[in-house]
Every structure is written in C-alpha cells, then in structure tokens.
C-alpha cells in the first residue's frame, strides 16, 4: 500500500513539475488542463497495475516447454512442464531450504491422481485425491502427523460427503455424514477418551431436530436440545433451541 502511495505522488509530482517549469502558469492546481492530465495520467497507470494485477491473479497461461523460477537465493522454487499453454505432468514447488513444498500431477492442464503438500520440516501438511477434475478425498495432517481432519466426496458431487475432524491426541472430535443432494445426514461429537459427546441430525445443512447430551463416562443422556431449521426469527447459529 505504501508503495502505491509513493508512485501515486511521485506521479503527481512529475505532473506538477512539468507545469511549473512550462511557467505558462503559476498556479498548476488553479487549471483545468492540469488536473485533466493528472487525471488521465493515473486513470492510464491504474489501468496497467489492473492489468498487471489480473493477469497474474487468473494465471497466464504457462509458456510450453519446462518452466522454472527461483528463489532470490538461487534455489528452485517451482518447476513443471507444459504444452499448448497447459501444465502436463508433475508440478513441483519448494520451500527457500530447498524442502519440497507442494507436489501434484496435471494432465491438459487439470489436476489429477493424488497431490501432497508438505510442511518446511518434511512432513505431509495435505493430501488430495482428484477423479474428474474434483477432489474426491481430502486429508490434513498436523506436525507431527497425526490426522487433523479429513473429507470424503466433498460438497461438489452427489456422493455423501463424510467428514471428520481429530483431536491432537489422533482420536475423533467430530463426524458428520450428509447427503450432498438434500444435505441431510447426522453429526456427533466426541469426548476426547472417544466416548460421544452430542449427537443429532441436520436438515438442509443445519441442525434440526432432538440433539443429545451423553455422560463421558456412562453414555447416559444428560440433556437435550430441540431445533428448528424452519423458525429464524429466534434462530441461534444452526437453528432454533427450544429447552
């Protein structure tokens, strides 16, 4: 932000010079031609910065042959190979230590098989399986790699999507399984022993209906919450809670 500030001034700058050592007048920001020249000079420089800008958020399309850039301390950073403008086969990209940092494999420019990414320390951070351009299962994994969460089918196919996430200890904190159609399915939740916690059912994404309380150590109900997907104007997060 800083830097656009100062390049904004220095045009600004330029502008105003110009105008003053032209000496036809003494006062630039009391003309008209000026601040039309000001105006169209930074309307000109947004422009390109847009262009810049977009051009590099949507991705050029990747000159054919091997691409490589590097690290300003002269190790790789990325590396892949591509024809007709689309990444084919394995595309690498590497920490400043040199550790790999992301692997995956492309083939007419979509992503398929199974790509990973890694932490700084070696360890797989994520790990996703692709089938027809989606990603059809998905894992991430914490430090020291015990599973910190993981999805099945995820929402953009009709298959149930399943979704877990653990406890640092590697055991289950949550589940859900939801019909991606009418996204309907049920959720429980878990003591950190493995034992459930609260369990129920959503509707249209949301919790409706009876949800229990269970003891940690005897699974007997402590307590229940009721809601409503339906009612919104006494609806708190997920839906309404009638006690």
Same mark, same amino acid.
Request: aromatic share 18%; charged share 25%; hydrophobic share 30%.
């Given at each position: 932000?800083? /830097?656009?500030?100062?390049?904004?001034?220095?045009? %600004?700058?330029?502008?105003?010079?110009?105008?003053?050592?032209?000496?036809?007048?003494?006062?630039?920001? *009391?003309?008209?031609?000026?601040?039309? =020249?000001?105006?169209?000079?930074?309307?000109?420089?947004? &422009?390109?910065?847009?262009?810049?800008?977009?051009?590099?958020?949507?991705?050029?399309?990747? /000159? $054919?042959?091997?691409?490589?850039?590097?690290?300003?301390?002269?190790? =790789?950073?990325?590396? %892949?190979?591509? &024809? +007709?403008? *689309?990444?084919?086969?394995?595309?690498?990209?590497?920490?400043?230590?040199?550790?790999?940092?992301?692997?995956?494999?492309?083939?007419?420019?979509?992503?398929? +098989?199974?790509? %990973?990414?890694?932490? /700084?320390?070696?360890?797989?951070?994520?790990?996703?399986?692709? #089938?027809?351009?989606?990603? @059809?299962?998905?894992?991430?994994?914490?430090?020291?790699?015990? #599973? #910190?969460?993981?999805?099945?089918?995820? =929402? +953009?196919?009709? /298959?149930?999507? !399943? !979704? =877990?996430?653990?406890?640092?200890?590697?055991?289950?904190?949550?589940?859900?399984?939801? $019909?991606?159609?009418?996204?309907?399915?049920?959720?429980?939740?878990?003591?950190?022993?493995?034992?459930?916690?609260?369990?129920?059912?959503?509707?249209?994404?949301?919790?409706?209906? @009876?949800?229990?309380?269970? $003891?940690?150590?005897?699974?007997?109900?402590?307590?229940? +919450?009721?809601?409503?997907?339906?009612?919104?104007?006494?609806?708190?997060?997920?839906?309404?809670?009638?006690?």
């Amino acid at each position: 932000m800083s /830097e656009l500030l100062l390049i904004y001034g220095g045009l %600004f700058t330029v502008v105003w010079t110009v105008f003053k050592l032209s000496r036809r007048h003494n006062n630039p920001f *009391k003309n008209v031609f000026f601040w039309t =020249i000001l105006l169209l000079t930074s309307a000109g420089f947004t &422009a390109f910065l847009f262009y810049s800008f977009t051009n590099n958020f949507f991705g050029a399309p990747p /000159e $054919d042959g091997w691409n490589r850039r590097y690290h300003k301390n002269g190790k =790789i950073e990325t590396e %892949f190979f591509a &024809a +007709d403008g *689309k990444i084919e086969g394995v595309y690498k990209s590497y920490y400043l230590n040199g550790q790999l940092q992301f692997y995956s494999k492309y083939a007419n420019g979509m992503q398929i +098989d199974t790509s %990973f990414a890694y932490y /700084e320390n070696g360890q797989t951070s994520n790990l996703q399986v692709f #089938k027809d351009s989606k990603t @059809i299962f998905e894992v991430n994994y914490s430090h020291n790699g015990l #599973k #910190k969460s993981e999805r099945y089918n995820p =929402i +953009d196919t009709l /298959e149930d999507n !399943y !979704y =877990i996430t653990y406890y640092p200890n590697g055991k289950k904190e949550f589940e859900t399984r939801i $019909d991606n159609r009418n996204l309907e399915g049920n959720g429980i939740y878990y003591y950190t022993t493995g034992r459930i916690k609260y369990q129920g059912q959503y509707k249209d994404g949301r919790k409706n209906g @009876i949800w229990l309380y269970l $003891d940690s150590l005897t699974g007997n109900i402590l307590d229940r +919450d009721t809601f409503n997907f339906k009612k919104k104007d006494n609806s708190k997060k997920d839906g309404d809670r009638n006690n």
